[in-house]
């Protein structure tokens, strides 16, 4: 079985590097993009198995880049998983009407809680 694709929008480079060693180290192939724009590029190039974002980007934010996501009947189906130093409520409503799988606040995770997710979300369905 070929190993699951995840990309990781993030534009904060220790915590990409860490996400993306944690993931690795689980049998995962991570590509990073650093901003919203690289990142609808590299979906659209890579058609991972699972999105990890964050909201607050350069260029573009999470919130369009979702959208993006959503709009395009090639890309609509991959699960997409937040990551972000906002809880807004708001915030979390418009994702979840967007479809997302999860919201994972920075302040109160742990790279092992990330993994999990991402084995639940690509595994049990």
Known sequence: MDAKKILL???EELLAGVLQRKLQESGYVVTVAQDGEIGIEKVRKEK???ILLDMLLPKKDGMEVLEDIRGDAELSYIPVIIISN???PVEIERAKE???QD???KTDF???EVVEKVNRYLFSQ
């Open 9 to 11: 929008i993030e534009d």
């Open 48 to 50: 991972p198995d699972l």
């Open 86 to 88: 906002s809880g807004q």
């Open 98 to 100: 967007l479809g997302v």
């Open 103 to 105: 919201w994972l606040v």
């Open 110 to 112: 742990d790279p092992k």
